[in-house]
């Protein structure tokens, strides 16, 4: 079986705020511009790729924050101005990095050769800090006031209803602070919390590899087989199966001109990163602004 419940809802009252608008004066709420900083955040960090690298070929940066919170009032004090206040910010996030290389192989042709895919890999670098902020405009601040408290007289009796005393039921009978009531008030203000926002970034980095090995060409007698058995035949009887042969180039000049020189490279895995990076941002607050129309 259904059912329904409901009720009456009480109308609260309400009456105009603090704003006194006219005519000619409007109230709106903008972002205001507090601070402008340039930040300049300095990172050391090692990248192991899967992949041994012969050769960087581009990377690209950016630049993401996670956290940026501002503590409105707790920098420095000026000695020389003590209504100039200042803010700390603090600041998480990362720079990510997309590498592209260039894959070592092992040259072919008699090591004159290396062929090899073009790979990426995508990082991220985290970064943590915190730096002072001076204002350009002061953040509006409005702090929790003193609670209030009412005391009440305690003589056993709490009142009268109805032409008839009412006794207290906390046992109190000495004469003066009834302990088992109190009233409280309490004035608390809410402000818009200050934001960021990440106008621009300049990076810079050094990569440098950590491990780097020479690479070199083996000679045809030193090559891979599949398994030791066809060594050994190939071996024994002095043949290279077709499969696996590889013409030298000949004496005299090719069409396309013969390398005279082994394919000798460094293959690496592991970089080294230096990184330094200049965040401009940005700080607002919302604020009631008066407009004269």
Known sequence: MNKIYSEDIHVCTSTNGSLKASCDVAFVKVPVLLAVREIQVD???????????????????????????????????????????????????????????????????????????????????????????????????????????IDFFGNNKCGNMLNKVIECGCGHEDLGKLRCEVEFEDKVAYIERPFCRL????????????????????????????????????????????????????????????LDENFRAVKFRKIMENIVAYLKIEVYQEQLVRIEK
């Open 199 to 258: 106008v621009e970034a300049r990076i810079f980095d050094n990569d440098q590899a950590m491990d780097g090995k020479l690479m070199e060409a083996k000679p045809h007698y030193e090559w891979d087989y599949d398994d030791e058995e066809e060594k050994r035949v190939i071996e024994d009887l002095d043949l290279v199966p077709e499969r696996k042969s590889h013409k030298p180039c000949p004496e005299k000049p090719c069409k396309n001109g013969c």
């Open 43 to 149: 990172l050391e960090a090692c990248i192991e790729l899967c992949d041994d690298i012969y050769e960087i070929k581009r990377v690209k940066k950016n630049v993401f924050l996670t956290e940026c919170k501002l503590m409105v009032n707790c920098g420095k004090k000026d000695p020389c101005n003590k209504e100039k206040v200042y803010g700390k910010l603090f600041l998480n996030g990362y720079i990510e990095k997309n590498i592209e290389y260039a894959v070592a192989c092992h040259p072919e042709e008699y090591g004159k050769i290396m062929v090899g895919p073009i790979k990426h890999a995508t990082v991220k670098v985290p970064f943590r800090c915190a730096t002072e902020i001076e204002y350009l405009q002061k953040p509006v601040v409005e702090y929790r006031e003193t609670g209030k408290e």
